[in-house]
T-cell receptor, first 116, second 116 residues
Framework: AQSVAQPEDQVNVAEGNPLTVKCTYSVSGNPYLFWYVQYPNRGLQFLLKYITGDNLVKGSYGFEAEFNKSQTSFHLKKPSALVSDSALYFCAVRDRSGAGSYQLTFGKGTKLSVIP | NAGVMQNPRHLVRRRGQEARLRCSPMKGHSHVYWYRQLPEEGLKFMVYLQKENIIDESGMPKERFSAEFPKEGPSILRIQQVVRGDSAAYFC??????????????FGEGSWLTVV
């Protein structure tokens, strides 16, 4: 079985400061990892994904994430937060192999608030 | 290039009525997924379909819920005899291929079902 943990329900950060949204995962094999963002009453927008290769993945809107296999983590980061980054962020994992490998398993989400 | 299209965006049903949610995948995509988001929770996988085939419905409630993706037309998620607990956001997603090099799944804007 695969699972995702986002240990923080909410993260507050001042505008212009760096931000980190944490994610750890559990899969039986090797993972595909994804970050999505959801604005109020909207769908999920794809931000970035890790498939293989470089552990640092760059995505949309200046976000990046670092895959750490030993810590089974995939934290989302941005060097300088914007008020417009305030939203709900979801980490998701998909096992590379085995039955149900197409299923995305999501964390419960982290609400990011960027304070002007 | 249109994304995943869902309608209706908002739907109100009385207990016992039927709800039908429609989803047109992104152009060129032939794989459709339905997820449900309950308040204060992440997304939960419901069903995965290809044209005229249900591949995996392991996340669907055993009763009252059904899904189809006909040869022509959108995918339909059908909920019969709705109850208050069915109130949720239902998201459709699509992808071009499955399980190949971490194919990205793209989400629609969601259909918000309220049962009164």
């Amino acid at each position: 079985a695969q699972s995702v943990a986002q240990p923080e329900d909410q993260v507050n950060v001042a505008e212009g400061n760096p931000l980190t949204v944490k994610c750890t995962y559990s899969v039986s094999g090797n993972p595909y990892l994804f970050w999505y963002v959801q604005y109020p009453n909207r769908g999920l927008q794809f931000l970035l994904k890790y498939i293989t290769g470089d552990n640092l993945v760059k995505g949309s809107y200046g976000f990046e994430a670092e895959f750490n296999k030993s810590q089974t983590s995939f934290h989302l980061k941005k060097p300088s937060a914007l008020v417009s980054d305030s939203a709900l962020y979801f980490c998701a994992v998909r096992d590379r192999s085995g039955a149900g490998s197409y299923q995305l398993t999501f964390g419960k989400g982290t609400k990011l608030s960027v304070i002007p | 290039n249109a994304g995943v299209m869902q309608n209706p965006r908002h739907l109100v049903r009385r207990r016992g009525q039927e709800a039908r949610l429609r989803c047109s995948p992104m152009k060129g995509h032939s794989h459709v997924y339905w997820y449900r988001q309950l308040p204060e929770e992440g997304l939960k996988f419901m069903v995965y379909l290809q044209k005229e085939n249900i591949i995996d419905e392991s996340g669907m409630p055993k009763e009252r819920f059904s899904a189809e993706f006909p040869k022509e037309g959108p995918s339909i998620l059908r909920i019969q005899q709705v109850v208050r607990g069915d109130s949720a956001a239902y998201f459709c997603a699509s992808s071009g291929r499955t399980g190949v090099e971490g194919e990205t799944i793209y989400f629609g804007e969601g259909s918000w079902l309220t049962v009164v």
